[in-house]
């Protein structure tokens, strides 16, 4: 061999201090440097998302931990004070839920589609004035329809409800017995103050129309709808140009309550054939549907006495009911993002009133825009706009009685005012912005409340 051989590195070098290796006692085992650390590494997952260390001594106790190991592995005396020193060793973390999508983000082209359909039938009085004889026959299509509206708004909560409760179904049969009996019944009430003749014709068409439009709208047919609408379309558009002769006139508006109600019938022989109806007698209480009714009734009086002080504030505000509808989606989908990022309830109620101002001011503005680009005056028709779009946003958490009575009281009010010969704006100015400012501060106080929004 050509050297010694050697038996450690280095030329002559000291051999290197070997560690001591610690000595076992039964508390400190050789293999973790700190038991405690070493379980709590083990359960980091657990004992982070843990609220309180009755928690995490659950979670000991259910990983079969025993009084033997707690003392000597653990050095601890017992159960609980094991599990406190996990909890103030481990720091807090809560894993945020999985998101999943939005149910009330708004749908623009629906809307859209909707703002559309409740503008068009005004076309259908542009191209029918030639038909009307005098006073009786506008104040029998105005009480008629003010009927028609009311009768139709309770209808579709009632019809809404047993769609969602009990199906499509159950939703027919109550749209097959309720759209014809309101349709009659507000077509005997123009009867009756029309007398026979065409202006009784006219409201016994509107009826007909308003009650296979609430049906389509209620299914969820807005297309249907707006095909239906597609002759009274053309009828207002030939009106720009010249008045087309009566015959004509009451062929478009024929064809169109025709088409509407045929295409009604159609979708709810569908759904009454998808499945068994529940037995008659059932569902949710008819009380329920009476506020939804009674502010359809408010509603109505209220945009009939603006068409009646300016004629085209109704259509500045029938055209904003697609904008106002896509708001009232986009603020309950705010409502649900607070909800996911308020971390404190404080900061919720923040974050839903900035959405309501926010809401309510866009609509608002989108009101202003619109009357200055026809030159109606703002502040009445803001203040109409407001007390209708706050008492929709209570409709739609169910909160229905306090916006029908508040409705009902501007609306009586302002009836009673334009009777006794009053000043109408001052009356309507006053009125329309208490009734906002109530409506506004229920909706502020009721619907900051997380339990609202379940």
Known sequence: MSGPLRLIPGDGEALPAVPRPRPRTPTRP???????????????????????????????????????????????????????????????????????????????????LRGVVFALPGLAYVLGAGLWQGAADITGLVVSGLAAW????????????????????????????????GALGAAGIGLLVCGPDTGAAFAAGQSCYLAAASVLLVLGRERALLAALLPVAAGGAVC?????PDVLAVVLLLSTVTLTAGVAAHAVRALLRSGPAAPKG?????????????FGLAAGVLAALAGLAEPLSVVVLTLSMGCAEWLLYHFRSLSLAALRAAGTLRRYVLLEVRALVLCLGSYL????????????????????????WTALLLQAFSLAWLPALVSLATAATEAGAALA????????????TAAALVLAAAAARLLTRPTAHR
């Open 30 to 112: 050789s293999w973790a440097e700190d038991p405690i650390d070493e379980l709590a590494e083990r359960m980091v997952e657990q004992v982070a998302s843990a609220v309180h260390p009755y928690e995490v001594a659950a979670l000991l106790e259910s990983d079969g931990l025993t009084n033997e190991q707690m003392t000597r592995r653990y050095d601890r005396p017992d159960l609980f004070t094991l599990a406190e020193d996990l909890y103030a060793r481990v720091p807090r973390h809560y894993p945020q839920p999985a998101s999943t999508p939005d149910p009330w983000r708004p749908d623009t082209v629906r809307c859209a």
């Open 150 to 181: 009311a009768w139709n708004q309770a209808l579709s909560h009632r019809a809404h409800l047993r769609l969602a409760t009990e199906g499509g179904a159950a939703a027919a049969r109550t749209l097959a017995v309720g759209a014809p009996a």
């Open 240 to 244: 720009w140009l010249q008045r087309p």
């Open 282 to 294: 059932t569902g949710p209480p008819r009380l329920r549907s009476l506020p939804y009714g009674l």
């Open 365 to 388: 503005a989108l009101l202003a825009a619109g009357a200055l680009s026809v030159g109606v005056r703002p502040a009445p028709l803001l203040g109409l706009g407001a007390v209708l």
């Open 421 to 432: 010969g009053l000043p109408p704006d001052p009356v309507a100015l006053a009125g329309r």
